[in-house]
């Protein structure tokens, strides 16, 4: 996105620097990494930077208003609710999509948001080892908010581990070692000490949980929960595990229900410009040119069940209508790059909320590169300068 570094950068690069930064990103925790890691970061000047700011810091205030529970109470499935939720989520993320306005300019656009973790503890390494294989000045950095990675990693434990013995908690998924997102699990436990457990491993008690930690059944005090219900529920073989919906004496970050509060049905409720117009299908009282929006399931995993062509007809195989939003479609802008066809990019910031704090605050990132009709490595396959990777924003 900033001409002369990308210049630079392209200019400078060989595939065997390539290989050798690979080397080390693989050598995190070898055999763990199952996605692909593109060949480059993205570069991003302060104005767009703090366009995708100021455009959260809006949405923060509809999330942050006394009224959030009650707009967002019919958004967790009925039989999905967990007891004991607390009052707001300790993580938020933003997608921003790089895009092109009618005027031709370049802005960002809001494609999803979850109350939900995402690569927090690979990302603290991933950077670092992306900084020096990308050579980036000293005038820009992938923290956000004067965060390093020293007081970004202090962060992540003062709110995950807290006051606990960090063996009393847990991050919590099914089949982490199956995840392809499990390298992201192991770079946590090397930084704060917390063991990843399958649910399938869990014991409850009464109204206590335990796991067996080195052969010791250790009482789990506190869930990092990863576990999420739409991917639970494509699982099989899973009729003996512990009811999540049952109430336990456990503490979360995040609680699961904010999952689904701080999520697509959010959108609805949000007005900025970089946030594109959505409807809940149910509730489109005027007839829309389809072939300006995007129709999503409210409840789906990984972009699961996202038809982009919409037709009548999708519609019309709608069964409840109230489950599903439209969103105006953004022009995604090809504008990374690259040895062959230019890249389309997508940015991920990270927003931690610490107990005490009245509003969470931007600290990191993640981006991803596509070639694709959607961002995603299923969509990118065969494709080189795709996947995975980290902005680094200039500095104001």
């Given at each position: 996105?900033?001409?002369?570094?990308?210049?630079?950068?392209?200019?400078?690069?060989?595939?065997?620097?390539?290989?050798?930064?690979?080397?080390?990103?693989?050598?995190?925790?070898?055999?763990?990494?199952?996605?692909?890691?593109?060949?480059?970061?993205?570069?991003?000047?302060k104005d767009f930077k703090n366009k995708m700011l100021?455009?959260?810091?809006?949405?923060?205030?509809?999330?942050?208003?006394?009224?959030?529970?009650?707009?967002?109470?019919?958004?967790?499935?009925?039989?999905?609710?967990?007891?004991?939720?607390?009052?707001?989520?300790?993580?938020?993320?933003?997608?921003?999509?790089?895009?092109?306005?009618?005027?031709?300019?370049?802005?960002?656009?809001?494609?999803?948001?979850?109350?939900?973790?995402?690569?927090?503890?690979?990302?603290?390494?991933?950077?670092?080892?992306?900084?020096?294989?990308?050579?980036?000045?000293?005038?820009?950095?992938?923290?956000?908010?004067?965060?390093?990675?020293?007081?970004?990693?202090?962060?992540?434990?003062?709110?995950?581990?807290?006051d606990h013995n960090p063996e009393n908690v847990i991050?919590?998924?099914?089949?982490?070692?199956?995840?392809?997102?499990?390298?992201?699990?192991?770079?946590?436990?090397?930084?704060?000490?917390?063991?990843?457990?399958?649910?399938?491993?869990?014991?409850?008690?009464?109204?206590?949980?335990?796991?067996?930690?080195?052969?010791?059944?250790?009482?789990?005090?506190?869930?990092?929960?990863?576990?999420?219900?739409?991917?639970?529920?494509?699982?099989?073989?899973?009729?003996?595990?512990?009811?999540?919906?049952?109430?336990?004496?456990?503490?979360?970050?995040?609680?699961?229900?904010?999952?689904?509060?701080?999520?697509?049905?959010?959108?609805?409720?949000?007005?900025?410009?970089?946030?594109?117009?959505?409807?809940?299908?149910?509730?489109?009282?005027?007839?829309?040119?389809?072939?300006?929006?995007?129709?999503?399931?409210?409840?789906?995993?990984?972009?699961?069940?996202?038809?982009?062509?919409?037709?009548?007809?999708?519609?019309?195989?709608?069964?409840?209508?109230?489950?599903?939003?439209?969103?105006?479609?953004?022009?995604?802008?090809?504008?990374?790059?690259?040895?062959?066809?230019?890249?389309?990019?997508?940015?991920?910031?990270?927003?931690?909320?610490?107990?005490?704090?009245?509003?969470?605050?931007?600290?990191?990132?993640?981006?991803?590169?596509?070639?694709?009709k959607m961002i995603g490595t299923r969509y990118n396959?065969?494709?080189?300068?795709?996947?995975?990777?980290?902005?680094?924003?200039?500095?104001?």
């Amino acid at each position: 996105m900033e001409k002369s570094l990308r210049q630079q950068f392209n200019k400078n690069f060989t595939e065997e620097k390539y290989q050798a930064y690979m080397s080390r990103v693989e050598g995190l925790h070898p055999g763990s990494l199952d996605f692909r890691n593109a060949e480059t970061p993205l570069f991003v000047p302060k104005d767009f930077k703090n366009k995708m700011l100021a455009a959260c810091e809006d949405i923060i205030d509809v999330i942050v208003a006394p009224n959030f529970k009650e707009l967002t109470k019919r958004s967790i499935p009925t039989d999905l609710v967990v007891p004991n939720e607390n009052d707001h989520s300790q993580f938020i993320v933003f997608d921003f999509g790089v895009c092109e306005n009618a005027a031709g300019e370049i802005e960002p656009q809001l494609i999803e948001m979850q109350g939900f973790p995402t690569l927090f503890g690979f990302q603290a390494f991933h950077s670092e080892l992306t900084r020096t294989y990308a050579n980036v000045p000293a005038n820009y950095d992938s923290y956000l908010n004067g965060y390093n990675r020293d007081s970004y990693v202090q962060l992540l434990k003062d709110i995950i581990v807290g006051d606990h013995n960090p063996e009393n908690v847990i991050l919590l998924e099914i089949f982490p070692e199956k995840q392809k997102t499990r390298i992201d699990f192991y770079c946590t436990e090397q930084l704060l000490g917390i063991k990843p457990v399958c649910l399938t491993e869990m014991i409850a008690e009464g109204r206590f949980l335990y796991y067996m930690n080195d052969g010791k059944k250790t009482l789990v005090k506190r869930i990092y929960d990863r576990l999420i219900f739409d991917d639970l529920q494509q699982q099989e073989g899973l009729e003996n595990i512990i009811d999540l919906t049952n109430e336990y004496d456990v503490e979360w970050v995040p609680h699961p229900n904010w999952f689904y509060r701080i999520s697509k049905f959010t959108l609805p409720f949000i007005d900025n410009r970089y946030v594109p117009e959505t409807f809940f299908l149910n509730e489109v009282k005027v007839p829309v040119d389809l072939s300006e929006y995007v129709l999503k399931p409210l409840f789906s995993f990984a972009g699961m069940g996202v038809v982009i062509d919409v037709t009548q007809a999708d519609i019309d195989e709608i069964k409840d209508p109230e489950n599903w939003i439209l969103q105006r479609k953004v022009n995604y802008a090809p504008i990374v790059e690259t040895m062959d066809e230019p890249a389309k990019a997508e940015i991920r910031l990270f927003y931690f909320w610490k107990n005490g704090w009245k509003r969470p605050i931007g600290v990191h990132n993640l981006a991803r590169l596509s070639k694709g009709k959607m961002i995603g490595t299923r969509y990118n396959k065969e494709k080189t300068w795709v996947g995975g990777t980290v902005a680094f924003f200039e500095k104001d």
